[in-house]
Structure formats: structure tokens, C-alpha cells
């Protein structure tokens, strides 16, 4: 039997696979989900719905979504973090501001939810899946952008991010429910 954990496989999640799903995303998250949310998100984006399997064991997932947005700050135009946050808005920061009301709708990929079971952590699993995601994401859908939150204080979860090239480009303040701010964090493809 196979024991490396080098072993495990990147594969799109289906339905069977939903309880098993929601065990990794209740043992590693406080964001949980409904049954019928998951089946939503399969049936509608299985193509990037994808679960990492050891052994016949899911131990780590990934859900995304597609979707379109004007908001330039999520296809990598600006960074409101970096931004002067003393400038006041002028006339040409209003008339750019409605130019892009009007223009465009760009597509962008958003993951909803990554997790890999704690004992697995830290062998490259999370790297997999966020890749993975990002290159079907891109084939499949030529999205501008993959964007996603995370808390403020998920350290780990942040220093992967970045590794793959995400920028914290906006803070959403009290974003979780137990009021901790979320950073918005935004990798342009
Ligand atoms: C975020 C999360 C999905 C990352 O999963 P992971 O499988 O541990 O990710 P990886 O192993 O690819 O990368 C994590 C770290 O392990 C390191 N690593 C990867 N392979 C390694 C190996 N073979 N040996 C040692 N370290 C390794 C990576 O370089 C990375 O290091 P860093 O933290 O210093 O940047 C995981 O921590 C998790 O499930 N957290 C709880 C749920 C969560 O917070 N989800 C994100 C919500 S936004």
C-alpha cells in the first residue's frame, strides 16, 4: 500500500465526493457550507471543483467560481492598498471611476474555499490545487485574474498566496462573521 504522502493526485471533485468534502472544510475551517451549496458549485463549475486524494482518502480541496466584474482593483489595474490613501478624489479619479462603471465586464476566478487536512499540511498539497485551479481557471474560462479573502491573521494560508503571486490589494474590515477583517488578495493572469 502506498504511504508516501508524495502520492496523492489532483482530480475534479464529483458529487460522491461531497461528504467527504465537507469533513476536510469543517476540520480546517470555521467558513462552512451546506450540502447544497457544494452541489451548486460542482454542478455549475465542476470543471474547476478539484479535491486532492490519498490512498482513496480526500484530504484537501479546492472550490472556485467565474465571475464578472468591472472592479479594476480585481483584474489587476490598481492596488487601493498602495494607493495614497491622503489623495483626495479629483476630477480625473471621477471621470476614470465612471469610465469604468461603463466599461467592460472583465471575468475573473474566485476561490471560494481551499483546505487540506491538518496532518497533510506543509508537503505541498495547497500548492497543487491553487495551481491547478489557476491553469484551468485560465484555459477554460480566460479569466484576467483569480482573486480571494482571506483573514487577516491566516498566516500560512497568506505566505502561500504570495509564493503564487497574489497581492493583498484591499482589506474588507469585519468581513468574518466573528469580526475579523478579511484581505482581498488578487493575482493577475
Ligand atoms: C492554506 C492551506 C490550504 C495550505 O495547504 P498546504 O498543503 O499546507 O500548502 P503547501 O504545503 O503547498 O504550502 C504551505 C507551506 O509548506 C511549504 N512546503 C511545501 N512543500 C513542502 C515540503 N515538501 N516540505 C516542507 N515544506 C513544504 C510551502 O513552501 C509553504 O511554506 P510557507 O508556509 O513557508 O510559505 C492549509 O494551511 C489549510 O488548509 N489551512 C486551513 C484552511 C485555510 O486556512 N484555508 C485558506 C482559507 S483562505
Do not use: C
Not at 10 to 24: C, G, S, T, Y
Not at 43 to 61: M, P, Q, S
Not at 107 to 133: D, M, N, P, W
Amino acid at each position: 500500500m502506498k504511504k508516501d504522502s508524495d502520492e496523492f493526485i489532483i482530480r475534479n471533485a464529483n458529487e460522491n465526493d461531497i461528504p467527504e468534502v465537507m469533513e476536510v472544510n469543517m476540520r480546517s475551517l470555521p467558513e462552512n457550507y451546506w450540502y447544497g451549496f457544494y452541489k451548486f458549485v460542482l454542478d455549475r463549475w465542476g470543471d474547476i471543483f478539484l479535491v486532492a486524494e490519498l490512498n482513496r482518502k480526500i484530504i484537501g480541496y479546492i472550490m472556485n467560481r467565474i465571475e464578472d466584474t468591472r472592479d479594476p482593483v480585481l483584474y489587476g489595474k490598481e492596488n487601493e492598498l498602495s494607493n495614497n490613501k491622503e489623495k483626495k478624489k479629483g476630477f480625473d479619479d471621477i471621470m476614470s471611476s465612471l469610465k469604468n462603471v461603463f466599461s467592460d465586464s472583465h471575468k475573473v476566478g474566485h476561490v471560494i474555499s481551499i483546505a487540506v487536512l491538518q496532518e497533510y499540511r506543509k508537503k505541498g498539497i495547497g500548492t497543487a490545487l491553487l495551481k491547478e485551479a489557476i491553469s484551468k481557471m485560465k484555459s477554460l474560462y480566460n479569466t484576467e485574474a483569480v482573486y480571494l479573502e482571506v483573514r487577516v491573521t491566516n498566516y500560512d494560508a497568506i505566505s502561500l498566496y504570495k509564493k503564487m503571486g497574489f497581492e493583498e490589494v484591499r482589506i474588507i474590515k469585519e468581513y468574518y462573521r466573528d469580526g475579523e477583517d478579511a484581505y482581498v488578495m488578487v493575482k493577475k493572469l
